[in-house]
């Protein structure tokens, strides 16, 4: 039963388809723009269904795209019109601690009818997105998520680019309702909640014309709760040029089938190679099957445009390097628990308890023999100062491991390191070691993003002072 990479990698298939206020003695201060969520009704499933009831930013399904320039600031004032306390994370940035967004660890949730305004800057150029960081599990469910791109300081040689938002709903057959129960213990304990309708940008019906020989930039981001996406190109040539945000020094040409994991991105050039009529494809497999979850029909050519070559790696974002790993301090998280896990017994709220206990609590997975945050951090890290983590997978199941306010590097079984990314692919029975600066001061949650993961156990800390 357990899951691995070559599982999943083998099940290939080829698819034949501002306003500013005055100030009199001080400076202008910039007022936040507001971003609301609240409840609201969309198109999701196709026209002859009803609309779905969902919690999204400013109403809106995804939420409010959010472009700046690197080096810009942001300023949002949170509105929370919701009926639970929520909080927003920028996902992937390098921020303040203080801006990161997670309640119960960097700020209190914002009650329904509160606010809270996030004032922070993009250092960073690349793909990220921001999404509810309490009660996650149900409220990124229930719709609660947006994306967030920082365009680099000059422009990149591409003739266009497209966001594409990948996510899964689990809807009522009947109603095309959200299935309202977030507290499954079937979800927590095994893969996560997996969602029966899959969309892009909210709807399973993506269409974007294209023209022969077009270069376009693709920014992927998995913003599922725990589908992990196995993606392929159809009538494209492509490059990966970026992951999570971060610059690859060489970009690596896309061959065969590629994962996407909840909570990662990918940034990719394609060229279309598909001739004037035919049609493209991102293509999704599942079970061996190709299914088109993007189409890119193919229009008359016009003004001819050219193949390029290769294309040029992006400009790299500042501080990506990771020195001195080889004395680094070395740190350990084993991951235990889930069904037909090995999990005996873990502590829970300070009290050790049986699995049977655990299971009676809702709570399933472990990191080093505890369920859920602990008092005292997995690290206790200076700014600066490298650290490596060995992650070992005693579970069955794949876990997509997100560290906050931080980009990691692989430590390679050769001893190179791997590219910078923010969430890393852990499969059942596989241990994996990443190493990273720390960053910003502050208290940065490490955790599972399948989300049901991380409410019923699978989230830890680094301390950085």
């Known amino acids: 039963m357990t899951q691995t990479r070559r599982d999943i990698l083998r099940m290939g298939a080829t698819l034949g388809l501002g306003t500013m206020i005055p100030g009199t003695i001080r400076a202008a201060t910039p007022t936040p723009m507001p971003l609301t969520a609240s409840v609201a009704d969309v198109q999701l499933a196709p026209s002859d269904y009803p609309k779905t009831r969902i919690w999204g930013y400013d109403g809106q399904m995804p939420g409010t795209l959010i472009r ?9 004032r949170f509105v929370n019109d919701l009926p639970q306390a929520s909080s927003v994370h920028w996902h992937g940035l390098r921020i303040d601690n203080a801006m990161d967004g997670v309640a119960g660890l960097t700020q209190d949730a914002v009650p329904p009818g509160g606010t809270f305004d996030y004032d922070f800057t993009a250092h960073d150029a690349g793909t990220y997105w921001y999404h509810a960081h309490n009660r996650s599990m149900e409220q990124v469910a229930r719709g609660l998520y947006g994306a967030l791109i920082v365009e680099e300081a000059e422009p990149v040689d591409v003739d266009r680019e497209e966001l594409l938002i990948l996510d899964d709903w689990l809807l009522n057959p009947d109603t095309a309702q959200l299935d309202p129960e977030f507290e499954a213990p079937h979800d927590r304990s095994h893969a996560g909640r997996r969602g029966n309708y899959i969309v892009t940008n909210g709807t399973a019906e993506t269409e974007l014309p294209v023209k022969p020989n077009e270069r376009l930039r693709l920014r992927l981001i998995n913003a599922a709760n725990a589908r992990i996406f196995q993606l392929a190109l159809s009538g494209f040539e492509g490059w990966v040029m970026a992951y999570d945000g971060m610059p690859l020094e060489v970009p690596e040409k896309v061959d065969g089938n590629f994962l996407l994991a909840p909570g990662q991105r990918v940034d990719l050039f394609v060229d279309v190679t598909a001739a004037a009529g035919e049609v493209a494809h991102l293509v999704r497999i599942d079970d061996e099957e190709g299914y088109s979850q993007a189409a890119f029909p193919v229009g008359p050519a016009g003004d001819p445009i050219k193949l390029r070559e290769t294309p040029e790696p992006l400009p790299p974002n500042p501080n990506m390097s990771v020195p001195g790993v080889d004395a680094a301090r ?43 945050m602990t008092d005292t951090p997995l690290a206790q890290l200076s700014s600066g100062e490298t650290a490596r983590v060995s992650i070992q997978n005693d579970t069955v199941f794949p876990h997509a491991m997100h560290l906050h306010g931080m980009h990691f590097r692989e430590v390679l079984n050769s001893g190179e390191l791997g590219p910078l990314r923010d969430t890393l692919l852990v499969f059942g029975d596989e241990t994996r070691e990443i190493a990273f600066v720390a960053g910003e001061p502050g208290k940065w949650i490490f955790h599972c993003h399948m989300l049901a993961h991380t409410a019923s156990g699978m989230a830890t800390w680094v301390d950085v002072t």
């Open 68 to 76: 700046v320039k690197q080096g810009d600031r942001i300023m949002r």
């Open 330 to 372: 070395r740190f350990d998280l084993r991951m235990e628990g889930g069904a037909m896990g090995n999990l005996q017994k873990a502590r829970l709220g300070g009290e050790e308890m049986s699995f049977r206990e655990l299971a009676a609590a809702n709570q399933f997975w472990s990191f080093n023999g505890v369920v859920g």
